[in-house]
């Protein structure tokens, strides 16, 4: 006995001494920052700019001479055994600027990839705010339904004792009895509720969800419609990357219009030929300049040129069509706002009519002028009351970021998160030159691929 209580005590102060780990529960902006760590959105986004880069160095390589080497081994009964070894440089001088305006195309190309990276952006910390407060919102609702279990238990009990003394009928035990039966049926659906909610949180997060802290203040908005729609068609991201598609396509048009003109290319060889059958070998340079004019390409050229045409037609209207989209978005948010925001201060006053109206009911029944129905039936419209307000939270949370994300807000930028933003600029400024090699550029394809192109 002695030994077992001498453990006992060395037990206690062990655990006494311990520190102490307090939980500490995610912020949103934890959250915020794990979405955009593990979004394979993004991921596919960036390397799908990266793809544009090198668009503009395939584009600007047209402009720089071309050296191919070649060889050729011919065995016949004149000559015999012929080696040739030759090298090919190729160098385009003039082409009314065709070439040039391709650079300039995949330039705008490339500018219209990063603004549809930040389009994804907004998207991923969208799906990652609302599955946020969705969760939030479950689990609260849970706890509702459990508490409203409790009270249905107890005004079961309550119900056994006054029918045991004669006080209602069996009528009124089996009314509770049924309450009970459907507060377990909500807290079992609501616990469901729970779980898709954290399913999908993982979905667009990455991870499952810990403890969740109570959301921040919510960030500053415009104080009208006209202010956020103006930010929105100024700042969104689809509206400029619509524009850089805009450019891309003109400056394809007058590409096409300069293919129909003369090119102007230099072209120089250098050969050395190895015959077995003489002595020695010789050597051959020759340089010529090759002017090529087009005549007749079977419609080709002019079918282009149409077709160029027809895509500028195409991203105009694709231009203004996105106008009016983000201008709609941006008034149903902002309409979704104000419907949550008038639905929370009326679900709060119908909340303290229903808290009165419940403990009313509950005292004029445990004095005979209620039944046991009418008690249950104040309960449950306190309980919806109670998860209409927290839904309606929810609403006016979510509204407001998804009005940031109607106006070009929603980036890591915006709103400061900590974590260091991906920079287009990095993989741009390595590959834009069309370099062959180079030291910093094989550093930084190690650092993709290990990374998984993050």
Known sequence: ?????????????????????????????????????????????????RARDEGVAQALSRLRPALSASSRLTDSDEVGLDNTIGLTLDLLVFDFGRTRLGVASAKETVLAARYALVDAEQEVLLDA????????????????????????????????????????????????????????????????????????????????????????????????????????????????????????????????????????????TVSRSEDRDFDGGRNDATASLNLNVPIYQGGQLRSILRENIANSEESRANLLQNTLLIEDEVTRAWAQLQVARASIAARRQQIRAEELAFEGVREEAKLGARTTLDVLDAEQDLLEA?????????????????????????????????????????????????????????????????????
């Open 1 to 49: 006995m002695a030994q077992r209580s001498f453990r006992s005590v060395f037990l206690a102060l062990a655990l006494a001494a311990a520190p102490v780990q307090a939980a500490v529960a995610d912020t949103l902006s934890d959250v915020l920052v794990t979405a955009y760590r593990n979004s394979n959105l993004l991921a596919a986004n960036r390397a799908v700019l």
């Open 129 to 268: 705010v609302t599955a946020y407060m969705d969760m939030r919102r479950e689990r609260q609702t849970v706890a509702l339904a459990e508490n409203s279990l409790r009270l249905n238990q107890q005004e079961l009990r309550a119900a056994r004792d006054r029918f045991e003394v004669g006080e209602i009928t069996r009528t009124d035990v089996s009314q509770a009895e049924a309450a009970v039966a459907e507060a377990q049926s909500t807290l079992a659906a609501s616990r469901g509720q729970l779980e898709i909610a954290r399913t999908l949180f993982n979905l667009a997060v990455g991870v499952y969800p810990g403890d969740l802290q109570v959301a921040p203040p919510m960030p500053e908005i415009p104080g009208n419609l006209e202010a956020a729609t103006r930010i929105g068609v100024q700042t969104h991201p689809t509206i400029r990357q619509a524009q850089h598609l805009v450019r891309a396509a003109d400056l394809n048009v007058e590409g096409a219009r300069a293919a129909m003109r003369p090119r102007l290319d230099l072209q120089g």
């Open 386 to 454: 109670r998860n209409n307000l927290v839904g309606a939270q929810r609403d006016e949370y979510v509204a407001v970021y998804t009005l940031l994300s109607a106006m070009g807000l929603l980036t890591v930028e915006h709103l400061g998160l900590s974590i260091e933003g991906y920079d287009p600029t990095v993989n741009y400024n390595k590959v834009r030159n069309a370099p062959a090699r180079s030291v910093r550029g094989d550093r930084l394809d190690r650092v993709i691929k290990r990374t998984g192109g993050n």
